[in-house]
């Protein structure tokens, strides 16, 4: 799937399926109501578990693929699918939320850390990269942890970018983050398909 496992590109990747520039929105409009320091610790907290929950997946998702049987091109395909369907949310979506618009409690784990930040997206690639790439423990658990902290920091200045840059400009990054997505979603259905009729 990628041809080089280094560092920058699987944090690159991340960011990517991370979206925070699209999870601004969501995070903005479920935690308006909380006081702006009790938004920061809501901020962290989640990041936090979503954070514990992709190292998790990271850590045993090549002894996962093998208990279940599963095969580095089945799970090439079905992270490209779920992908795809991301980047076309990005594209095609707007702003608004798909999460508790009229949310009363402090969110805990769900919507913000599960399934916003560790999606199916988010899970399947980091399975996918564990996988791919065994031996590169070291690398992996860097390019995940700058990536949810780059995240993190991000939707911690959401109110700010939205004042200065404006709803459009957000919007349009979005949207870039989206095509570049897609292109990678449609790389991994190839990679998954040649790699499966490479077996037979």
Known sequence: MFPQHDFWS????LLLILDPFGNMPVFLAVTHQLEPRRRVWVTLRESLIAYL???????????????LGLRQ???????????????IKMIFSGS?????????REPLIFPLAVPLLA??????AVLL????NPGAVV???????????ITAGLLLLAEQMFQRLG????RAAEKLMGLIVSAIAVNMLLEGVRSYFQMR
Do not use: C, K, N, Y
Request: glycine share 14%; no cysteine.
């Open 129 to 132: 990269l564990s996988s791919a």
């Open 10 to 13: 699987t944090l690159i990747l």
């Open 96 to 104: 608004e939320t798909m999460f508790g618009q009229s949310q009363q």
């Open 139 to 149: 690398l992996r658990v860097g390019a995940l942890t700058a990536a949810m902290g």
């Open 53 to 67: 929950v992709l190292l998790a997946f990271m850590a045993g998702g090549r002894g996962f693929l093998e208990l």
């Open 73 to 87: 091109a089945s799970l090439e395909v079905a992270g490209g699918v779920i992908l795809l369907l991301v980047a």
């Open 167 to 170: 709803d459009a400009v957000m």
């Open 119 to 124: 999606g199916p997206s988010a899970l399947a």
